[in-house]
């Protein structure tokens, strides 16, 4: 079983920077591919940044360019550096531990965090 926590939203202009993080619990966070996903009003969860066990990072492309996904094993932490934020940017964002797979797909993911709400005014 993992627990995560997310941590580090709030409220940012147009422009400026967040840094979110996701504290994980259990003793094998180093082999699970983590993953960021944010979710609007009335939207579905959609993909954002994912890190796999060996390091391999993919975003999508709204993302790319602007955020930045890491993690620290010894920490059992993820973060995701959030720059030039965009209003379109506003959401919940939920942290994701994949057990067996790598993908960008909701369904892979066997852990979820609570949410953070970043909101991106104008």
């Known amino acids: 079983q993992v627990q995560l926590v997310e941590s580090g939203g709030g409220l940012v202009q147009a422009g400026g920077s967040l840094r979110l993080s996701c504290a994980a619990s259990?003793?094998?966070?180093?082999?699970?591919?983590m993953g960021w996903f944010r979710q609007a009003p009335g939207k579905e969860r959609e993909f954002v940044a994912l890190?796999?066990?060996?390091?391999?990072?993919y975003y999508t492309n709204s993302a790319r360019g602007r955020f930045t996904i890491s993690r620290d094993n010894a920490k059992n932490t993820v973060y995701l550096q959030m720059n030039s934020l965009k209003p379109e940017d506003t959401a919940v964002y939920y942290c994701?531990?994949?057990?067996?797979?790598?993908?960008?797909?909701?369904?892979?993911?066997?852990?979820w965090g609570q949410g953070t709400q970043v909101t991106v005014s104008s």
């Open positions: 994701g531990a994949a057990a067996r797979s790598s993908g960008t797909t909701l369904g892979l993911y066997d852990y």
């Open positions: 259990g003793r094998t966070f180093s082999s699970y591919t």
């Open positions: 890190i796999n066990s060996g390091g391999y990072i």
